[in-house]
């Protein structure tokens, strides 16, 4: 993988900005920020978003398709945000995820529950410069309550 320039990344903006402003129905610029949608599974079970669906709560990207999304858009993406209808910072490929992200020089950023016991998540988030939106919240499911810190919740 060649490393993207800030120019690449400059010339697809401005080519983003010159079709916006022609009302090109066409576009040959790629996104500028793009939300990899990694997982549907999650570690809670909130009534408010969740379906206890087997099909749906197994629905995970393949790293294939990953790598596939990373070398077509990554070199002009400035902000990659990888999340899921689920909480993608469980799964066990997450960490090689944001790696990738980051050697594509990209911005990124992710939304968590937080109520997961992985700490070395976090430090490799923190590392590479994440921004880390928490979901706040609380729900009332299955006789538990659950919070978005994990501190009262019942996880699966």
């Not at 079970?45 to 990207?61: G, H, I, L, V, Y």
């Not at 993608?88 to 939304?111: H, K, N, Q, W």
């Not at 997961?116 to 006789?143: K, Q």
Request: hydrophobic content about 40%; charged content about 25%.
């Amino acid at each position: 993988m060649s490393k993207p320039t800030d120019d690449v990344r400059a010339s697809n903006r401005a080519l983003a900005l010159l079709e916006y402003e022609r009302g090109n129905p066409i576009l040959r610029s790629l996104p500028r920020a793009l939300f990899v949608e990694l997982t549907r599974r999650c570690n809670l079970s909130c009534e408010m978003c969740r379906t206890n669906d087997p099909a749906f709560n197994s629905q995970t990207m393949t790293a294939s398709l990953f790598d596939r999304i990373a070398r077509e858009l990554f070199p002009t993406a400035e902000l990659v945000d990888l999340r899921g209808w689920g909480e993608s910072l469980i799964l066990p490929d997450f960490a090689d995820r944001v790696a990738t992200v980051a050697e594509y020089g990209c911005e990124m950023r992710v939304v968590t529950n937080l109520s997961f016991r992985r700490p070395e998540v976090l430090r490799i988030l923190a590392r590479h410069g994440a921004h880390i939106g928490r979901l706040d919240g609380w729900c009332y499911s299955g006789g538990n309550v659950q919070t978005s810190c994990g501190l009262l919740a019942q996880t699966r």
